[in-house]
């Protein structure tokens, strides 16, 4: 073959085979890293030996030796393993992580041989001796011909069966750079060919043929113990172009199974039974009066008539099975598929956006109406307003991902570096299906990362240590997500030292950041971990981060509107509390404006609103205004003040009672404007020092709208106000000293 | 004697194209003559695809007669794999089929 | 291949590359601006004051749905805050910045023409008798008897350098 023709080709097939193979790929390592927690896990291991298996034979398909060579050593092993011959190790489960990186390695670099360095090949025999050593030297001799190798036969539990393959391929074939010829090749490879048949007929005579057109088909017989994947696994590459009916011969119990999937729904399992002909009306009347005569009894009624016609009717097993499955279904209300559809991210943003300006339009819109005083115009906005919440609860969901994903990834990570720091880790995942919006469960994995290498580097303790200190050898570490309402909390938890609360309060009074001598109370010392400056060189380890602090992930977790507290029980272990909004994209609000502006409370912080002439507020001790609530002292921020709005002093104020981190406290406002949903526009990185404040938002009169964050708006306050004592709020105060100078 | 077309050492999707238009012109020239059967020989295939198996499978769809013959170790593995083993056997095509010696 | 034409935009062919610029007013001084990232003209309108943050930032507007900070120019030149006129504008503008996309809105007082200016005649900024920062100037256009001063917004209006000095407010 010219080498330009081989190129062409292999350029053109190989991206459908390295996404394929690195599907695989990507599944064999979260396999393995399951399968540490459950060894023994038969289906685990079948599971794994068909990735590798698919990857070998793709790679056969393709003539791509090296990638079948190696990979079949792996494959023996694995094969090993799920007939039990072979027992799971830590070191088995190393060594093969390495292969399946090794494995990528080969695919990555399969078009482009000279990328195969001397290093890698080193590495690739070593390997290989490892896993022949374990195999002890069972492993199968490899023919590196392309597309055939043989294949041990596999554990498959039915034995060798003759199945019946008809492919019509499509004329598009050639060009794609399939083989009607490799492919019968490599089926027959999975076993013996019983019988074969070309269909020429439909090939035009030479004067019409299009010689680069694909006009075969074939009928084969295969008898081979492979699966059905695996048979049509050797057509992955031409199922879109290709017409394939791969039907295997039935005993008489799975017929009556697959009868029973297909049937409509009928509920009684008797009933199910005899419309698939497992069993007449008459045997099914006996059964039902045995049934009878046991009915005083106290058991089960399901298992019970399940058994009788097992022995009585002599109704095959798996068909029963498959019919109280059915039953079970139909109970549970499930769907017997949950069928997705893959959405290009780019569209649902689009659409979201339009959601979005859908809302605002919809604000306006009901303005509009309330002016006109028109009672029938009026409702019919409220009811459209109604289905545009609707939509828009809707479309939101649309975006919203599981965070167990991003979460598994970690165990991977978690492994290797407790293992290179010489620490034992449990690490366990909860509440993996709480779901967060896709944009935003990308953005918290650094800083989730940063946080969980930090519990194994400076929370965790060594073995030796732990078991001094009373504690277990292997350290816990938890990552769980759970719902809040409107919000997510992601917890970080380790049962480590904690935080050394001296060594922290030490460190802030040696770079300034707290007053020499000043001890501020102790979630304030946990807090000062997150300041910028507080991280030295040598804090900054290899695993920790790349110069990346812990103000860095504060910062990222600001950035999705979110917080993160810490709780830390000193010798006994620390609790990291992240909190985010389910949504970066609208909320709903509260509208206030003072002076000529307009701002937006997030309707959750909104605890109560006060309405109140300006006489209720006082000004205590300290220079704080407040005002009395219920018996209880509220300090209250003036927004007026706070922001210098200009505006001419109102007889009448409001205070809107909020609950933020910090506390309870008002907000003076001087118009209530009532709720709106509004859609957040962020206000950019030229205002991204702004406090108090976390975006704005286009009302549906147009005008833009701040909206406060009521958290950083409590610290804004406290520290704006004058006259507040060092010992009230040192380390607000003193931060933002020594944060400005 | 007959004449025989050879086909060649590459018979694939590369040379198919190249091969149909030889075959064409060679039956052309041939076929009139008033032979039996035309002789296609596989006797240098070397390298063989399904395209070039497919360009000979197109061969039994034509009203000439022609006879496969010396088929080369490549040419008979290619047949047997894909289930084509009856030309090796000797048959021919259509006009064979209709009875004609 | 200088003839003695009069250095209006029409001599542009004769005299080498150029780029077409927007010239506008800021008190008696012209400024102009390269035409290319100028997306549109506005009128000086209803604009959301943003609380804390420098004079110069006037606030934020609302864009067809966009939510735009306008920038006063005097102001940031360090001068006073601009009085609102009647031929007040504001210039929206294409400030993005690695690879982030970012709009700015610029106020200035008024709005002239679009000219030609040839490369070859911007001089360089001078070393004093300016009151802007030199390096927001990107050169002196020479246009009629008179100069232009040139801005350079990607310096001038630098999205990082605003922000830093918004934290200090």
Same mark, same amino acid.
């Given at each position: 073959?010219?080498?330009?023709?081989?190129?062409?080709?292999?350029?053109?097939?190989?991206?459908?085979?390295?996404?394929?193979?690195?599907?695989?790929?990507?599944?064999?390592?979260?396999?393995?890293?399951?399968?540490?927690?459950?060894?023994?896990?038969?289906?685990?291991?079948? /599971?794994?030996?068909?990735?590798?298996?698919?990857?070998?034979?793709?790679?056969?398909?393709?003539?791509?030796?090296?990638?079948?060579?190696?990979?079949?050593?792996?494959?023996?092993?694995?094969?090993?393993?799920?007939?039990?011959?072979?027992?799971?190790?830590?070191?088995?489960?190393?060594?093969?992580?390495?292969?399946?990186?090794?494995?990528?390695?080969?695919?990555?670099?399969?078009?482009?041989?000279?990328?195969?360095?001397?290093?890698?090949?080193?590495?690739?025999?070593?390997?290989?001796?490892?896993?022949?050593?374990?195999?002890?030297?069972?492993?199968?001799?490899?023919?590196?011909?392309?597309?055939?190798?043989?294949?041990?036969?596999?554990?498959?539990?039915?034995?060798?069966?003759?199945?019946?393959?008809?492919?019509?391929?499509?004329?598009?074939?050639?060009?794609?750079?399939?083989?009607?010829?490799?492919?019968?090749?490599?089926?027959?490879?999975?076993?013996?060919?019983?019988?074969?048949?070309?269909?020429?007929?439909?090939?035009?005579?030479?004067?019409?043929?299009?010689?680069?057109?694909?006009?075969?088909?074939?009928?084969?017989?295969?008898?081979?113990?492979?699966?059905?994947?695996?048979?049509?696994?050797?057509?992955?590459?031409?199922?879109?172009?290709?017409?394939?009916?791969?039907?295997?011969?039935?005993?008489?119990?799975?017929?009556?199974?697959?009868?029973?999937?297909?049937?409509?729904?009928?509920?009684?399992?008797?009933?199910?039974?005899?419309?698939?002909?497992?069993?007449?009306?008459?045997?099914?009347?006996?059964?039902?009066?045995?049934?009878?005569?046991?009915?005083?009894?106290?058991?089960?009624?399901?298992?019970?008539?399940?058994?009788?016609?097992?022995?009585?009717?002599?109704?095959?097993?798996?068909?029963?099975?498959?019919?109280?499955?059915?039953?079970?279904?139909?109970?549970?209300?499930?769907?017997?598929?949950?069928?997705?559809?893959?959405?290009?991210?780019?569209?649902?943003?689009?659409?979201?956006?339009?959601?979005?300006?859908?809302?605002?339009?919809?604000?306006?819109?009901?303005?509009?109406?309330?002016?006109? &005083?028109?009672?029938?115009?009026?409702?019919?906005?409220? &009811?459209?307003?109604?289905?545009?919440?609707?939509?828009?609860?809707?479309?939101?969901?649309?975006?919203?991902?599981?965070?167990?994903?991003?979460?598994?990834?970690?165990?991977?990570?978690?492994?290797?570096?407790?293992?290179?720091?010489?620490?034992?880790?449990?690490?366990?995942?909860?509440?993996?299906?709480?779901?967060?919006?896709?944009?935003?469960?990308?953005?918290i994995?650094?800083p989730l990362?940063?946080l969980?290498?930090?519990?194994?580097?400076?929370?965790?303790?060594?073995?030796?240590?732990?078991?001094?200190?009373?504690?277990?050898?292997?350290?816990?570490?938890?990552?769980?997500?759970?719902?809040?309402?409107?919000?997510?909390l992601i917890r970080i938890?380790?049962?480590?030292?904690?935080?050394?609360?001296?060594?922290?309060?030490?460190?802030?009074?040696?770079?300034?950041?707290?007053?020499?001598?000043?001890?501020?109370?102790?979630?304030?010392?946990n807090m000062?971990i997150f300041?910028?400056?507080?991280?030295?060189?040598?804090?900054?380890?290899?695993?920790?981060?790349?110069?990346?602090?812990m103000d860095?992930v504060r910062r990222n977790i600001e950035?999705l509107?979110g917080t993160i507290r810490l709780n830390?029980?000193?010798?006994?272990?620390?609790?990291v509390d992240i909190r985010l909004?389910?949504?970066?994209?609208?909320?709903?609000?509260?509208?206030?404006?003072?002076?000529?502006?307009?701002?937006?409370?997030?309707?959750?912080?909104?605890?109560?609103?006060?309405?109140?002439?300006?006489?209720?507020?006082?000004?205590?001790?300290?220079?704080?205004?407040?005002?009395?609530?219920?018996?209880?002292?509220?300090?209250?921020?003036?927004?007026?003040?706070?922001?210098?709005?200009?505006?001419?002093?109102?007889?009448?104020?409001?205070?809107?009672?909020? /609950?933020?981190l910090?506390?309870?406290?008002?907000?003076?406002?001087?118009?209530?404007?009532?709720?709106?949903?509004?859609?957040?526009?962020?206000?950019?990185?030229?205002?991204?020092?702004?406090?108090?404040?976390?975006?704005?938002?286009?009302?549906?009169?147009?005008?833009?709208?701040?909206?406060?964050?009521?958290?950083?708006?409590?610290?804004?306050?406290?520290?704006?106000?004058?006259?507040?004592?060092?010992?009230?709020?040192?380390?607000?105060?003193?931060?933002?000293?020594?944060?400005?100078? | 004697?007959?004449?025989?077309?050879?086909?060649?050492?590459?018979?694939?999707?590369?040379?198919?194209?190249?091969?149909?238009?030889?075959?064409?012109?060679?039956?052309?020239?041939?076929?009139?003559?008033?032979?039996?059967?035309?002789?296609?020989?596989?006797?240098?295939?070397?390298?063989?695809?399904?395209?070039?198996?497919?360009?000979?499978?197109?061969?039994?769809?034509?009203?000439?007669?022609?006879?496969?013959?010396?088929?080369?170790?490549?040419?008979?593995?290619?047949?047997?794999?894909?289930?084509?083993?009856?030309?090796?056997?000797?048959?021919?095509?259509?006009?064979?089929?209709?009875?004609?010696? | 291949?200088?003839?003695?034409?009069?250095?209006?935009?029409?001599?542009?062919?004769?005299?080498?590359?150029?780029?077409?610029?927007?010239?506008?007013? %800021?008190?008696?001084?012209?400024?102009?601006?390269?035409?290319?990232?100028?997306?549109?003209?506005?009128?000086?309108?209803?604009?959301?004051?943003?609380?804390?943050?420098?004079?110069?930032?006037?606030?934020?507007?609302? %864009?067809?749905?966009?939510?735009?900070?306008?920038?006063?120019?005097?102001?940031?030149?360090?001068?006073?805050?601009?009085?609102?006129? !009647?031929?007040?504008?504001?210039?929206?503008?294409?400030?993005?910045?690695?690879?982030? !996309?970012?709009? %700015?809105?610029?106020?200035?007082?008024?709005?002239?023409?679009?000219?030609?200016?040839?490369?070859?005649?911007?001089?360089?900024?001078?070393?004093?008798?300016?009151?802007?920062?030199?390096?927001?100037?990107?050169?002196?256009? !020479?246009?009629?008897?008179?100069?232009?001063?040139?801005?350079?917004?990607?310096?001038?209006?630098?999205?990082?350098?605003?922000?830093?000095?918004?934290?200090?407010?």
């Open positions: 073959m010219s080498n330009d023709a081989d190129l062409d080709f292999i350029a053109q097939a190989m991206p459908a085979f390295i996404s394929e193979a690195a599907e695989q790929i990507e599944a064999i390592e979260t396999l393995l890293l399951e399968l540490e927690e459950q060894p023994d896990n038969r289906e685990l291991l079948d /599971s794994l030996f068909r990735c590798a298996h698919t990857v070998k034979g793709s790679a056969g398909i393709f003539g791509l030796n090296r990638v079948v060579e190696f990979t079949h050593h792996v494959e023996t092993l694995l094969d090993k393993m799920r007939d039990g011959d072979i027992a799971l190790t830590p070191d088995i489960s190393t060594l093969l992580l390495q292969c399946n990186d090794q494995i990528k390695f080969l695919v990555d670099t399969a078009a482009d041989e000279s990328a195969d360095t001397a290093e890698q090949k080193d590495l690739r025999a070593d390997l290989v001796v490892r896993l022949r050593a374990l195999t002890d030297g069972n492993a199968q001799p490899v023919q590196a011909a392309p597309a055939a190798v043989k294949q041990a036969a596999g554990g498959a539990d039915a034995g060798p069966q003759v199945w019946t393959i008809s492919a019509r391929f499509g004329p598009e074939t050639f060009r794609n750079g399939m083989d009607p010829l490799s492919i019968a090749r490599y089926l027959g490879s999975l076993g013996t060919v019983v019988r074969i048949k070309c269909g020429i007929d439909t090939v035009p005579p030479l004067v019409n043929l299009n010689p680069e057109s694909c006009y075969l088909s074939f009928l084969m017989e295969l008898e081979t113990s492979s699966s059905r994947e695996d048979i049509e696994g050797a057509f992955s590459f031409v199922m879109d172009d290709c017409e394939l009916d791969v039907v295997a011969p039935e005993t008489h119990g799975q017929k009556l199974v697959r009868a029973i999937e297909e049937m409509p729904e009928t509920p009684r399992l008797g009933d199910m039974l005899v419309s698939v002909g497992a069993v007449s009306q008459d045997k099914l009347k006996e059964v039902l009066s045995t049934q009878q005569q046991t009915r005083g009894m106290p058991v089960v009624e399901k298992a019970k008539i399940g058994d009788l016609l097992e022995t009585q009717a002599g109704v095959p097993p798996e068909a029963v099975a498959a019919a109280l499955g059915k039953q079970q279904k139909l109970r549970e209300g499930t769907p017997s598929e949950e069928r997705y559809i893959r959405v290009q991210a780019d569209r649902l943003d689009a659409v979201i956006n339009l959601l979005g300006e859908l809302v605002i339009a919809g604000a306006g819109a009901t303005l509009l109406a309330r002016e006109s &005083h028109q009672v029938a115009l009026i409702e019919a906005n409220l &009811h459209m307003n109604s289905l545009i919440e609707e939509i828009r609860n809707g479309t939101l969901g649309l975006r919203m991902v599981p965070v167990g994903e991003t979460f598994s990834r970690f165990r991977r990570v978690v492994r290797d570096t407790a293992s290179s720091l010489g620490k034992e880790v449990n690490f366990e995942i909860v509440g993996g299906d709480a779901e967060l919006d896709k944009s935003m469960v990308e953005k994995a650094d990362m940063h969980v290498r930090n519990s194994l580097d400076h929370g965790l303790e060594p073995p030796q240590e732990r078991i001094n200190a009373g504690k277990p050898a292997a350290g816990k570490l938890v990552l769980s997500a759970r719902h809040e309402t409107g919000a997510i938890e380790d049962d480590g030292r904690g935080i050394n609360r001296e060594r922290v309060l030490q460190r802030a009074w040696n770079r300034g950041l707290v007053e020499q001598g000043v001890v501020p109370p102790d979630d304030d010392i000062l300041e910028p400056g507080f991280s030295t060189a040598e804090q900054v380890t290899n695993l920790s981060g790349r110069g990346v602090g860095v950035a509107r830390s029980n000193p010798g006994k272990g620390l609790q909004p389910l949504t970066l994209a609208i909320i709903d609000g509260f509208l206030v404006g003072v002076g000529k502006s307009k701002f937006v409370l997030p309707l959750e912080s909104v605890v109560e609103v006060i309405e109140s002439g300006g006489d209720n507020v006082k000004v205590d001790s300290h220079g704080r205004h407040c005002v009395e609530l219920r018996g209880a002292v509220l300090p209250v921020v003036r927004l007026r003040t706070l922001y210098t709005v200009e505006s001419s002093l109102p007889d009448r104020v409001s205070i809107v009672v909020v /609950s933020s910090r506390g309870k406290f008002g907000i003076e406002v001087e118009v209530l404007l009532g709720q709106n949903q509004t859609v957040i526009k962020p206000l950019g990185r030229l205002f991204r020092t702004l406090r108090g404040i976390s975006g704005s938002s286009i009302l549906g009169s147009g005008e833009v709208a701040l909206i406060l964050d009521v958290t950083s708006l409590a610290d804004l306050a406290t520290g704006a106000l004058h006259g507040f004592s060092a010992a009230q709020t040192p380390v607000t105060a003193a931060v933002s000293t020594a944060l400005s100078s | 004697m007959n004449e025989r077309f050879e086909l060649p050492a590459e018979l694939n999707i590369y040379s198919a194209l190249d091969t149909r238009d030889a075959l064409l012109a060679w039956i052309a020239e041939h076929g009139p003559k008033g032979h039996e059967y035309l002789e296609i020989s596989a006797r240098d295939v070397a390298e063989i695809d399904g395209a070039g198996l497919q360009l000979v499978a197109s061969l039994s769809n034509m009203e000439q007669a022609w006879r496969l013959i010396e088929p080369s170790d490549a040419f008979t593995d290619a047949c047997r794999t894909l289930g084509l083993l009856n030309w090796i056997d000797g048959r021919s095509g259509k006009a064979a089929h209709s009875g004609a010696v | 291949m200088q003839a003695g034409q009069n250095n209006t935009g029409a001599a542009l062919k004769d005299l080498g590359p150029g780029s077409q610029y927007l010239t506008y007013s %800021l008190g008696d001084e012209v400024f102009a601006m390269d035409i290319r990232s100028v997306r549109e003209i506005i009128q000086y309108g209803a604009i959301t004051a943003v609380p804390l943050m420098p004079e110069f930032v006037r606030g934020v507007i609302n %864009l067809r749905g966009a939510v735009v900070p306008v920038i006063d120019l005097q102001s940031r030149f360090g001068r006073d805050q601009a009085k609102i006129g !009647k031929k007040t504008c504001v210039i929206i503008f294409d400030a993005s910045q690695g690879g982030e !996309k970012i709009e %700015l809105g610029l106020m200035v007082d008024s709005v002239s023409e679009v000219i030609d200016i040839a490369d070859a005649h911007i001089e360089q900024a001078p070393q004093f008798g300016t009151s802007i920062r030199r390096d927001f100037i990107r050169g002196m256009g !020479k246009v009629g008897g008179e100069f232009i001063v040139i801005l350079a917004p990607e310096r001038a209006l630098d999205v990082e350098e605003m922000a830093a000095l918004a934290e200090r407010v």
